[in-house]
């Protein structure tokens, strides 16, 4: 039997909620006299809270996800017919979805060739560094297992991928944390730790060499980044940024893992982030958007060189990749994530996302012009942050409660926005916009106008 929206007592849910649900990255103090949010339907760009009060959905499901929008039946519909005809076996058989699925991924990741399923961006993560880990052991006695990150990427939930997480709210109070990852510096020429010089990209890509020199090269492994950072304040590379880390990869023999649980299928007006930057990645690792929230799965995604890394000994019984995800062997995700890759393609959504980033963009820089709290708009497509600043000549942060404060006027006028949050101690200062693929301009500018209305309340 299935829920009746129509006949559901919405006070009963919402005390269903306040009284057994622990919400995510949430202070439920406040839930002690005031009710929790609890959203109940979507359809397009629009959702709808339990209260039925509509939201215009500027995060795509509030953490960067809903990349088709809400409300399609036909993924809904790929899904059930699956989970009838066959809903699971451990992936190590093999499925219908998950075979087209892969061959249709393939297809927009020229110089990949295997895709490896899981259920979360940290679980895909996690692959990536046990494939690592494995090859160091299988060929060189475990010495070159160590895996670099940069300070203010994000890669996960996990005790192993917040190791690898250059966000120090993120991991405070989780410690200790797994040992061979290495943090080197951000890449944000707003923050350059260089001061005003022609070649930041290069200089800040140089870091990363610096710390495979003072680590060992023979130590190194991989370095795992995200194309464009996306919770550590959408920060996009400067010129010369990638280039000079591909070259240093190259030079000293290091695995490159490019993180696109963000970025991936459409989200900066290119199918992958990376393919802005001309980057040859070793591994790719992907969720959110992949199945636009309609089921869960993830993927790592590796070149057929490393595949047969792990098949170089066949007498060897240690020698493959002994690992398993239970979940990933559900054959509802690969449905959905199929569908969803071919609504992408049908109603060119990536190009839409490139084509409305750009009017975006455009918009924000025009209310820069206006707001001096916002100290600076970066962005690639339909993934845009606007840092806020006390004093664009000082740069200093705003305090994150006036983020907070922006927000939750945007929210008050029936528009979603997002924000850095328990990230850092003092740069919790980004607002983040990344609306669905199928956004409009009529859309975007609902949008830039709750914000313009909002950062005129925050200054007073």
Same mark, same amino acid.
Request: hydrophobic share 35%; charged share 25%; glycine share 10%.
């Given at each position: 039997?299935?829920?009746?929206?129509?006949?559901?007592?919405?006070?009963?849910?919402?005390?269903?909620?306040?009284?057994?649900?622990?919400?995510?990255?949430?202070?439920?103090?406040?839930?002690?006299?005031?009710?929790?949010?609890?959203?109940?339907?979507?359809?397009?760009?629009?959702?709808?809270?339990?209260?039925?009060?509509?939201?215009?959905?500027?995060?795509?499901?509030?953490?960067?996800?809903?990349?088709?929008?809400?409300?399609?039946?036909?993924?809904?519909?790929?899904?059930?017919?699956?989970?009838?005809?066959?809903? $699971?076996?451990?992936?190590?058989?093999?499925?219908?979805?998950?075979?087209?699925?892969?061959?249709?991924?393939?297809?927009?990741?020229?110089?990949?060739?295997?895709?490896?399923?899981?259920?979360?961006?940290?679980?895909?993560?996690?692959?990536?560094?046990?494939?690592?880990?494995?090859?160091?052991?299988? /060929?060189?006695?475990?010495?070159?297992?160590?895996?670099?990150?940069?300070?203010?990427? $994000?890669?996960?939930?996990?005790?192993?991928?917040?190791?690898?997480?250059?966000?120090?709210?993120?991991?405070?109070?989780?410690?200790?944390?797994?040992?061979?990852?290495?943090?080197?510096?951000?890449?944000?020429?707003?923050?350059?730790?260089?001061?005003?010089?022609?070649?930041?990209?290069?200089?800040?890509?140089?870091?990363?060499?610096?710390?495979?020199?003072?680590?060992?090269?023979?130590?190194?492994?991989?370095?795992?980044?995200?194309?464009?950072?996306?919770?550590?304040?959408?920060?996009?590379?400067?010129?010369?940024?990638?280039?000079?880390?591909?070259?240093?990869?190259?030079?000293?023999?290091?695995?490159?893992?490019?993180? /696109?649980?963000?970025?991936?299928?459409?989200?900066?007006?290119?199918?992958?982030? $990376?393919?802005? $930057?001309?980057?040859?990645?070793?591994?790719?690792?992907?969720?959110?958007?992949?199945?636009?929230?309609?089921?869960?799965?993830?993927?790592?995604?590796?070149?057929? /060189?490393?595949?047969?890394?792990?098949?170089?000994?066949?007498?060897?019984?240690?020698?493959?990749?002994?690992?398993?995800?239970?979940?990933?062997?559900?054959?509802?995700?690969?449905?959905?994530?199929?569908?969803?890759?071919?609504?992408?393609?049908?109603?060119?959504?990536?190009?839409?996302?490139?084509?409305?980033?750009?009017?975006?963009?455009?918009?924000?820089?025009?209310?820069?012009?206006?707001?001096?709290?916002?100290?600076?708009?970066?962005?690639?497509?339909?993934?845009?942050?606007?840092?806020?600043?006390?004093?664009?000549?000082?740069?200093?942060?705003?305090?994150?409660?006036?983020?907070?404060?922006?927000?939750?006027?945007?929210?008050?006028?029936?528009?979603?926005?997002?924000?850095?949050?328990?990230?850092?101690?003092?740069?919790?200062?980004?607002?983040?916009?990344?609306?669905?693929?199928?956004?409009?301009?009529?859309?975007?500018?609902?949008?830039?106008?709750?914000?313009?209305?909002?950062?005129?309340?925050?200054?007073?």
């Amino acid at each position: 039997m299935t829920l009746d929206y129509s006949n559901l007592d919405m006070d009963a849910v919402v005390e269903n909620d306040q009284t057994h649900v622990w919400h995510h990255i949430t202070q439920h103090k406040n839930f002690e006299s005031a009710k929790p949010p609890v959203m109940v339907s979507g359809k397009g760009m629009r959702i709808s809270d339990a209260n039925g009060k509509e939201y215009l959905d500027a995060v795509s499901g509030g953490v960067w996800t809903v990349n088709v929008g809400y409300g399609r039946e036909r993924i809904a519909d790929a899904v059930r017919d699956q989970l009838v005809k066959m809903c $699971y076996f451990a992936n190590s058989a093999g499925n219908v979805p998950g075979a087209m699925f892969a061959a249709k991924l393939i297809e927009k990741m020229p110089g990949m060739s295997r895709v490896y399923f899981s259920n979360s961006g940290s679980e895909a993560n996690e692959k990536a560094y046990k494939m690592v880990r494995q090859l160091a052991a299988i /060929e060189n006695n475990g010495v070159k297992h160590k895996i670099i990150y940069r300070e203010r990427d $994000y890669h996960g939930t996990t005790i192993g991928a917040l190791s690898s997480t250059g966000q120090s709210q993120r991991k405070d109070q989780y410690g200790p944390f797994a040992p061979g990852f290495v943090e080197m510096p951000h890449c944000l020429e707003y923050r350059s730790q260089y001061g005003d010089v022609d070649n930041y990209g290069e200089l800040a890509a140089r870091e990363l060499e610096k710390v495979i020199l003072r680590e060992g090269p023979e130590t190194v492994g991989a370095v795992v980044l995200e194309p464009i950072t996306a919770g550590g304040g959408v920060i996009t590379p400067p010129e010369g940024y990638w280039e000079t880390i591909q070259q240093i990869c190259k030079q000293y023999n290091v695995l490159l893992h490019i993180d /696109e649980v963000v970025c991936g299928l459409g989200r900066t007006g290119k199918w992958f982030g $990376y393919q802005h $930057y001309g980057i040859k990645p070793d591994f790719v690792t992907m969720a959110k958007g992949v199945a636009s929230g309609y089921a869960a799965i993830s993927c790592t995604v590796t070149t057929e /060189e490393i595949f047969d890394r792990f098949k170089a000994n066949p007498d060897d019984p240690m020698s493959y990749f002994r690992d398993i995800s239970t979940f990933g062997g559900c054959a509802s995700g690969p449905a959905a994530a199929l569908e969803n890759i071919r609504i992408i393609e049908e109603e060119n959504l990536v190009e839409n996302s490139a084509v409305m980033g750009e009017y975006l963009l455009e918009k924000l820089q025009n209310l820069q012009q206006k707001h001096p709290m916002i100290g600076q708009v970066r962005g690639k497509g339909l993934f845009v942050g606007l840092e806020l600043v006390t004093d664009r000549a000082t740069k200093e942060p705003v305090h994150e409660s006036v983020a907070v404060q922006i927000a939750a006027d945007c929210q008050k006028d029936g528009v979603l926005i997002g924000r850095t949050n328990r990230s850092f101690d003092e740069f919790n200062n980004t607002l983040c916009l990344s609306p669905a693929l199928i956004c409009t301009r009529d859309d975007l500018d609902e949008v830039v106008d709750a914000l313009d209305r909002a950062l005129m309340n925050a200054a007073g």
